[in-house]
Each structure stands twice: as C-alpha cells, then as structure tokens.
C-alpha cells in the first residue's frame, strides 16, 4: 500500500511541475500528454480511495485530493483557479502522505 502513496506522490509532483513548466512555458508537451499525466494522478487516488478504510482520516483527505482534481478542468488553465485548485489537491495529497509515513493515523 505504501508503493501506492510514494508512486501517487512521484506523479503527482511531476504532473505539478510540468504545469508549472508550461505556465513559464520553460517546455511544451502536448495536451495529450498532459491529460495522459492527469489520468495517472486519478487512477492512483481512485486506487488508494478503494484500498483506504472508508471510515479513516486518510480516506476523506485522499478524498478532498481526488475532487480538487475533479474540479481542475472547469478553470481555465494556468489562471489562479487553476493554480489554487492544483495546489490544495497537492496539499491534501502531502497530508496524507505524511499521514502514512509518520503514522498520525
């Protein structure tokens, strides 16, 4: 299960970056790629979403991650809903990391 939090935490930060990249356009992929990259993140969350005790902190946090991603799509990119919305998905996702690995929960 852990594999699962450290391989959710890797994509997510490369899926973060690389838009942070585009946004300083610093490098160009297409969106295809992007969305392929987007797709990982959810499947990781889905994932950990269906492995996590339902009624555990980690669950409704992991959770929390998983709608800012849902919601990612309805700004525009690179506008500050998107950075916001991106950001507080990252953030949930690092608190249950942390929660995890230092066994908070």
């Not at 993140?41 to 946090?61: C, D, E, M, Q, R």
């Amino acid at each position: 299960m852990k594999i699962l939090f450290i391989s959710g935490l890797i994509i997510y930060l490369i899926n973060y970056i690389t838009g942070w990249l585009l946004r300083k356009k610093i490098i160009y992929i297409s969106k295809g790629t992007h969305r392929i990259m987007f797709l990982a993140v959810l499947l990781n969350l889905v994932l950990i979403l269906t492995l996590t005790a339902i009624s555990g902190l980690n669950f409704y946090i992991c959770f929390a991650s998983l709608f800012c991603m849902f919601m990612l799509p309805f700004g525009r990119k690179g506008n500050f809903y998107h950075i916001a919305v991106s950001t507080a998905g990252l953030i949930f996702y690092l608190i249950v990391f942390m929660n995890v690995f230092i066994n908070l929960t």
